[in-house]
């Protein structure tokens, strides 16, 4: 039977995609909201396995690029998908056949749903990620070596660029400063690909299992408890946002959070650094999870994540952390998404291990 | 008799082209090496009339974007004119027939003879300004309604990007950032045109104008005087460099020169400030002279115009104010190059009221 991204359908993505998207990907309720309402007017969406297409289809990664604290506030005129998929097939002289989300997480997850609905195209149930990262080259495209150029990036003033750059890097440095020169977002398609590059340039299946995490959240009487069951988390502490430092610069958001334990955790102090998404968790100098496994501070009594731009002082969370995508613990994997691509010194661990260690 | 850009006219229209820069436009020395080197090895261009070219002929009027301080230090591969030709032509399916400098100030005067050299095609006998300016819209062509984008932007790695901007204001934004990220300079095909078009959106002759004016400062005994005579310009000062106030930030070189009187001069002191270009000349408060007239400053023995990056304290120079081409004089002319378009509150007047009133 055909899975259409309808409103039930989206209501379930969207909490999926916020705990997937680890602090950031953007704001999913706004996104929610967008994909409703394109739902509502043109219909919904129809979710497709990558088998359900021709090989030699073409598909449209797409997704925000900036700082979800701008994101908030500076809302798309809601036709960006159609005029990034009509310069792309313009540039390619090739047919879009489905769009897929470059990332799953956050509303990135949700915003091809919301243009798939618009411009009457499937979208892939897969993704680029399995979760959320900050910057536009850490995705498995660029692991499977699928070129992320023609870069398309356009705004909702209607300016529209095309970036042809040498490598994931450059595209990185040239559409973040164009994105900051937008005033700090603006939306894109990249690593267009067909088909048969996607089936092994791409986490599979993320778009059902956001779904299915969002389902499983909003049928259990205990959401976290049903949340651990459907991802395989563990929670690293429970407590509360004791201080949230936070700066909006060059088209990120950066900054820390942290969180002091209550209850059995009293005494605790979790430490969560983040570029977008949250990168580390550390307590008392100690890594307890880090990048590329998944971070979520979750609301502990609705279990919804909160993204990073939307911590604040006193609010009570339990902090998640979930094994990523096998594929990002390969050597190459880690090389561009590894605690080292981020800046810091020490090796990446499995958050299995270091869960078995600290416990 | 055709006019070839060979080495002794290239000689001449670099000489030309530094004084026409008002100090910007970038280091006329390694612009003529660069365009007596594509010279020799591929043949001169031909110097055309737009009168001589069809009226559906198409013109790529190009240039460097960026800081002049970081132009003299980072040099092209040689092909970017090759590069942003066929991309131009890729994306219009049209071809190009000929080149023309955005602005004949500097070394941009000479870039689209190098280019041309290299290309086959000849150079328009025009350009955008009849001087440089720093801002990408500070065009005739934008006076006239003609387009900015498609924008193509090239750099010395293979680096490419079109901008399809709303507006000359967003094309110089997004560029200007684009050529930061680059290190702090680039190189750009914009305002395409026919040369139907061109006919009423640039200042024509300019190319034999700046060769005119080498040529008398070659032929002179006393090269002063012959460029003074051949300009029409006013010598507001002649002294020695006292001070140099010069940065290089987003994409832009700003600062200020302070030039002490000798001679005639003794006791006066001449303030120049400027952005990539020489903008305003002050004296004890009073503005001598303001864009879009021209302001030079030219080496006291042999006339050779200093670039901006290149003045230094102690230099004996002359201060020479030259009239804008009058597209400059009108109301819109003013209100994107005259004194408020660079942030200063005062209204322009013409160089030879202000001399008239204050010797």
Redesign the interface.
């Known amino acids: 039977m055909k899975q259409l991204l309808d409103e039930p359908a989206l209501r379930a993505l969207a909490r999926g995609c916020a705990v997937l998207g680890t602090g950031g990907g953007g704001d999913t309720r706004i996104g929610l909201l967008q994909a409703t309402q394109a739902a509502q007017e043109f219909g919904p969406a129809e979710l497709v396995d990558l088998d359900e297409l021709p090989s030699d289809a073409v598909i449209m990664p797409c997704g925000v690029i900036g700082a979800p604290t701008v994101a908030i506030e500076k809302i798309g005129n809601g036709n960006e998908g159609v005029v990034l998929r009509d310069h792309l097939e313009q540039?390619t002289g090739r047919k879009v056949a489905a769009l897929m989300p470059a990332e799953i997480g956050g509303s990135n997850g949700l915003l091809p749903a919301c243009w798939a609905s618009r411009i009457g195209l499937p979208v892939v149930d897969a993704d680029g990620m399995g979760r959320a990262f900050p910057e536009v080259p850490q995705v498995t495209m660029q692991l499977a070596g699928i070129p992320p150029s023609p870069y398309v990036l356009t705004d909702e003033?209607?300016?529209?660029?095309?970036?042809?750059?040498?490598s994931g890097a450059?595209v990185e440095?040239?559409a973040r400063?164009?994105a900051?020169?937008f005033g700090g977002s603006a939306v894109a398609a990249e690593y267009t690909m067909t088909v048969e590059q996607a089936r092994g340039a791409t986490v599979r299946g993320t778009v059902s299992l956001a779904i299915r995490i969002g389902e499983a959240m909003a049928a259990a009487a205990d959401p976290m408890a049903a949340l651990i069951a459907a991802t395989g988390g563990f929670a690293l502490v429970s407590g509360k946002v004791a201080d949230v430092e936070r700066r909006t610069a060059k088209g990120f958001v950066r900054g820390s959070v942290m969180i002091e334990g209550l209850g059995a955790d009293t005494g605790r102090l979790l430490r969560l650094e983040l570029q977008n998404e949250n990168l580390v968790a550390l307590e008392q100098g100690t890594v307890r999870a880090s990048a590329p496994d998944l971070i979520s501070v979750l609301d502990s009594e609705t279990a919804d994540a909160i993204p990073t731009e939307r911590v604040r002082y006193g609010q009570r969370v339990t902090v998640l952390a979930m094994a990523c995508d096998p594929i990002w613990r390969t050597p190459p994997g880690l090389q561009i998404a590894g605690p080292r691509a981020f800046g810091y010194d020490f090796d990446y661990a499995p958050l299995e291990e270091l869960a078995s260690v600290n416990h």
Request: proline fraction near 0%; hydrophobic fraction near 65%.
């Open positions: 540039i003033r209607g300016n529209l660029i095309v970036f042809r750059a040498i450059w440095r040239l400063a164009a900051a020169e």
